[in-house]
């Protein structure tokens, strides 16, 4: 049965995670397309990126979550029957991260201070203001040697590797905590208390024709499916609904 998985924060630091791992998803996608039609996909992401880094404090909040990490995985690899390698890899590997974010400059500064993505940078935040013609530095690089442009843009992500694997770990740790339960409602509408949870994943068959709608926070949430309506847009699902839900 094929399904379409939706993940829904119930708190900012959860929501800057994802949105931080969709730009990272957008920026590998276009490693593997010709930069020449992929390059505003590429600098939208990676200036987003830059720009969530600097409204939150993402770096703290990611060693935070990893020194929690590194806790329970203490206390897991006590455990009977554990894999105990898996465990001691995933540890070294918290651990390394924790000791490279506290660095005292963090890696991805130095994007800030590139000239050449900082001119870009002015003309991106405009709407529509990063048009080719607009841009000439922009269609000069895109149209050197793919050589040059790979070793350009794999140098400027390497920057970002640490944010990237310590999200990484952290995001597959909590959808990791929880499994799916399947959840039966008499109309299109379910709620609960979403006291201690992060995130909430719902995964829907994909021949049903209709999508969840959420709402609330770290205390109470509700989902409100929806059908798609030519007239209106969407419409309400009265119907008996059985979807998975797992509470992360």
């Known amino acids: 049965m094929t399904t379409i998985l939706y993940e829904h924060p119930l708190n900012e630091r959860i929501r800057s995670y994802l949105r931080l791992e969709q730009f990272f998803v957008q920026i590998n996608e276009c490693l593997s397309i010709d930069i020449k039609t992929s390059h505003n996909t590429f600098f939208t992401a990676l200036f987003a990126i830059i720009d969530t880094l600097e409204r939150n404090d993402i770096r703290g ?3 935070k979550d990893l020194e929690k990490l590194e806790q329970n995985l203490i206390v897991w690899s006590q455990a ?8 001691e890899e995933n540890l070294n590997h918290t651990v390394s991260l924790i000791k490279k974010l506290k660095c005292s400059t963090p890696q991805w500064w130095q994007l800030k201070e590139d000239k050449f993505l900082s ?5 991106f935040a405009i709407q529509g203001g990063n048009s080719i013609f607009d841009l000439p530095q922009l269609q000069f690089w895109v149209s050197r040697p793919i050589t040059e442009t790979q070793a350009d843009m794999n140098h400027w992500l390497s920057l970002l590797d640490q944010i990237k694997y310590a999200l990484s770990l952290t995001l597959k ?3 990791q905590k929880c499994e799916f339960e399947t959840i039966k409602t008499k109309s299109g509408f379910y709620q609960d208390s979403g006291e201690g949870l992060l995130l909430l994943r719902i995964r829907i068959n994909a021949e049903q024709n209709f999508y ?3 709402s609330g926070n770290r205390f109470r949430y509700s989902i409100r499916f929806m059908h798609p309506c030519e007239i209106s847009g969407r419409k309400y699902s009265e119907q008996a609904t059985s979807f998975e839900l797992a509470k992360c």
Do not use: G
């Not at 009977?80 to 465990?87: F, K, N």
């Not at 001119?119 to 003309?123: D, E, I, P, V």
């Open 119 to 123: 001119s870009l940078k002015q003309r």
């Open 80 to 87: 009977p029957e554990v894999d105990t390698s898996a465990i």
């Open 61 to 63: 909040d990611l060693i």
């Open 173 to 175: 740790f909590i959808r």
């Open 212 to 214: 969840p709608t959420v």
